[in-house]
């Protein structure tokens, strides 16, 4: 019997992710038979900086996944975030095709194609996802849907989300020479929400936001649909980074001590508390408070929420997302982050949970969310509409072998 085998794979600053699972008939959760992690080389700020060094750490981490699942890996989904990512919108307008002028999905399709038409062509960007937000119905606004209705023109008003074409193809040579296809990209938290999020937080006006290495990326859903989304340029490495130069210590020892002592809430913290970097490293002798490592820790968390404050106010929902934000990578296990995150955007905060248990460990599967949400996402590829995939893709993969054939084999 033929087995459905899906792979998929983050390459992030710290680490890179790869999750194997399979699909069996009849079930709706997926069955994971292998997680890889490595840690990231050739890969600096979210910029692919050495192709043989990134490559290597991509086969490893592959390689990891593979040992585990049994099962050999060909091609995979692929998540795309960090720096490399533009959002707009667009709008798109037709005239009914029909006679009778009852709107049917060829209808639908010709209005988001002709939102792309209206994207300023940029030979230096690739468009990874166009999300239809709102559809308007001759002088009906707010349709959801519109197959089935009446009328003679037909707007829809698109999200736009484009990552860089010089990074996709480095990624892609990347990709190739550990000898995978790329069967698509997808958008990090778009993905991520596919796992962490209900449909009803959806409806009532949600924040994902996914705390990573480098930058920290983002998406809003209203109305079940995403209204807004990007990417902001602090991620984990930058408080690791401030903890290294205030504690005048090598970084790799400022992250242990960041992942052993931090919190973000110093009010809550004894000034007697201290941290002895002979801890860490044994020739240094020098003792810091653990307050003051809280403090840091908070000063460049504060300038994170700033940040999605403003892209909040962009689309004037400071303060106004009913659902509140859901926080997922690695970084959103620092204590006092929840507590830390509610007071500086004023909205209802929790860490991201799976709706199917696709890994037991909960703090394992906080910082896999990304990673587990391309899984989810490629195992429902022939099932979704309303978002058009990669309309460029082929021209960057210069593998001629069908985008949809089966990625692994039993």
Partial sequence: MVRTIIAALDVGSSTIQTVIAEQRRGEDALHILGVGVAPSAGVRRGVIVNIEDATAAIRQSVEEARRAAGVPVRSVWLAVGDAHIAVSSSRGVIAVSRADQEISPEDVRRAIAAAETFIPR?????????????????????????????????????????????????????????????????FSPYAAAEVALTRRQKELGVMLVDIGGSTSSFIVFEEG??????????????????????????????????????????????????????????????????????????????????????????????????????????????????????????????????????VADENTALSLIPVLGVLEWGSRRSERSGALWSPRLSRLNTNKVAKWLKSLLP
């Fill in 225 to 358: 649909v995403p209204i807004h989304a990007g990417v902001v340029p602090i991620g984990g490495s930058h408080i690791t980074n401030d903890v290294a130069i205030g504690f005048r210590t090598h970084v790799d020892v400022a992250e242990q001590i960041k992942l052993v002592h931090a919190s973000c809430l110093p009010d809550g913290i004894l000034r007697k508390e201290q941290i002895k970097l002979a801890d860490f490293m044994s020739e240094a002798q020098a003792t810091h408070s653990r307050r003051e490592l809280a403090e840091i820790v908070e000063a460049r968390l504060q300038d994170l929420f700033e940040l999605l404050q403003k892209e909040l106010k962009k689309i004037d929902r400071t303060r106004l997302l009913p659902a509140g934000v859901v926080l997922v990578g690695g970084s959103a296990l620092l204590p006092g982050l929840v507590e830390l995150t509610r007071e500086e955007l004023g909205l209802p905060v929790e860490l991201g949970k799976l709706e199917h248990a696709l």
């Fill in 122 to 186: 940029n030979a230096n960007k690739e468009i990874l996802h166009i999300i239809p937000r709102d559809f308007r119905v001759d002088h009906e606004s707010g349709v959801k849907d519109p197959v089935g209705m009446h009328g003679v023109r037909l707007e829809v008003d698109t999200l736009i989300i484009e990552c860089s074409t010089p990074f996709l193809k480095n990624l892609l040579k990347c990709m190739e020479g550990a000898g995978l296809k790329v069967e698509d990209y997808i």
